[in-house]
């Protein structure tokens, strides 16, 4: 069956086109979703809920804007999105030992070995701690600038300053 047909119903309710389409995308929507929350119970959890979701939104998805899986996988991501910055997700990170929260560019697991081939590494070396601090925060953790100033205790006009200006200086250390 051709997946236009397969959308189309879908979109008119049909539960064998649910289904299908499930069984086509569900793995892949719930391993970008463990991508970006990083708990296997809590995506499967979500990946559930937005499958609920374009089900019960079927009728909004259109084929002239995007692809089919295209769709799912922004409602999927946004869906991810919300939940790390939802509150009840740092709560349950609370109680995570310190070890867990070893500054991520500090992490030889994480970040050292999927960019120390592109050199991102020593260029956050050369900025100033505050810098790699704000970058840290804002491009690795998923802080928004308004949580970077509440964790950090500074207005969020600074963190938007400290930000702009720190983006600018590792530009000038990529093309030096």
């Known amino acids: 069956m051709q997946l236009e047909t397969l959308v189309i119903q879908f979109q008119q309710k049909d539960p064998k086109a649910f289904e299908k389409l499930y069984n086509m995308y569900a793995e892949n929507i719930c391993g970008v979703i463990n991508t970006i929350v990083k708990n296997s119970d809590i995506s499967q959890e979500i990946c559930q809920d937005v499958f609920i979701k374009i089900w019960n939104n079927a009728d909004k998805y259109n084929s002239s804007k995007g692809r089919f899986f295209t769709w799912i996988l922004n409602i999927a991501r946004n869906a991810a999105i919300d ?33 120390d081939a592109i050199g991102i590494k020593k260029f956050l070396q050369d900025l100033k701690s505050t810098c790699v601090q704000i970058i840290e925060m804002l ?13 950090l205790n ?20 990529v093309l030096n």
Not at 102 to 112: H, P, R
Not at 139 to 151: N, P
Not at 162 to 173: G, P, T
């Open 139 to 151: 491009y690795f953790k998923g802080y928004t600038q308004k949580e970077a100033s509440e964790e």
């Open 83 to 115: 939940e790390v910055r939802s509150k009840s997700h740092k709560n349950s990170k609370q109680n995570l030992s310190a070890d867990y929260f070893v500054g991520i560019l500090e992490d030889s697991t994480n970040l050292d070995h999927k960019t």
């Open 154 to 173: 500074i207005p969020i006009g600074t963190v938007k300053t400290r930000n702009r200006s720190c983006i600018s200086q590792l530009r000038k250390n």
